[in-house]
T-cell receptor, first 112, second 120 residues
Framework: SQQGEEDPQALSIQEGENATMNCSYKTSINNLQWYRQNSGRGLVHLILIRSNEREKHSGRLRVTLDTSKKSSSLLITASRAADTASYFCATDRSISFQKLVFGTGTRLLVSP | GAVVSQHPSWVICKSGTSVKIECRSLDFQATTMFWYRQFPKQSLMLMATSNEGSKATYEQGVEKDKFLINHASLTLSTLTVTSAHPEDSSFYIC????????????????FGPGTRLTVL
């Protein structure tokens, strides 16, 4: 399977704590994207990091990419109960392929 | 940001019937749309790539006669689940790229809210 792996599968933290999720993939990529999904809903695009980038920030989100290890991490700082959701990484191999391969996802629970 | 809609948001049908799900890009044109299915507490699995004006490209293991895809315009793709059975019950999600945006803006996929199909 080309599907990426994410760990942990589930993460439970308290509000105010940081949450770190990791993603590993198998093939070379054009970019890697992180998405959020609330239960039973569609996906919301969070951040895209290109293969020539190592780190990217967006608000409370910080994404790193290590292409030599074929891995990425998503850090959510100062978490809030509203951050409770499933988080997926997705790799985009190249423009010609156009399609995303999703990781297995991390279910994050932030307790008040 | 760009908006993708799906209709219906949920549908319940009897086994053996066919169900059509629509995916529309509301404020951009998309020559390419994608259809995914997601089982409970699992990840998204790509089913097929829908190409405007041509045949869809199906992923390995996806029956093209079972899941009919039509992409008749730059803003609409439809997925028809034919002769649905309980094992087809799932969450179906479409996505689209803004293929006319130019440059690296086409890298972002915009996802619809999903359609929950329950086959009795």
């Amino acid at each position: 399977s080309q599907q990426g792996e994410e760990d942990p599968q589930a993460l439970s933290i308290q509000e105010g704590e940081n949450a770190t999720m990791n993603c590993s993939y198998k093939t070379s990529i054009n970019n890697l994207q992180w998405y959020r999904q609330n239960s039973g809903r569609g996906l919301v695009h969070l951040i895209l990091i290109r293969s020539n980038e190592r780190e990217k920030h967006s608000g409370r989100l910080r994404v790193t990419l290590d292409t030599s290890k074929k891995s990425s991490s998503l850090l959510i700082t100062a978490s809030r109960a509203a951050d409770t959701a499933s988080y997926f990484c997705a790799t985009d191999r190249s423009i010609s392929f156009q399609k995303l391969v999703f990781g297995t996802g991390t279910r994050l629970l932030v307790s008040p | 940001g760009a908006v993708v809609s799906q209709h219906p948001s949920w549908v319940i049908c009897k086994s053996g019937t066919s169900v059509k799900i629509e995916c529309r890009s509301l404020d951009f044109q998309a020559t390419t749309m994608f259809w995914y299915r997601q089982f409970p507490k699992q990840s998204l699995m790509l089913m097929a790539t829908s190409n405007e004006g041509s045949k869809a490209t199906y992923e390995q293991g996806v029956e093209k006669d079972k899941f009919l895809i039509n992409h008749a315009s730059l803003t609409l793709s439809t997925l028809t689940v034919t002769s649905a059975h309980p094992e087809d019950s799932s969450f179906y999600i479409c996505s689209a790229r803004d293929t006319l945006a130019g440059g690296t803006s086409t890298d972002t996929q915009y996802f619809g809210p999903g359609t929950r199909l329950t086959v009795l």
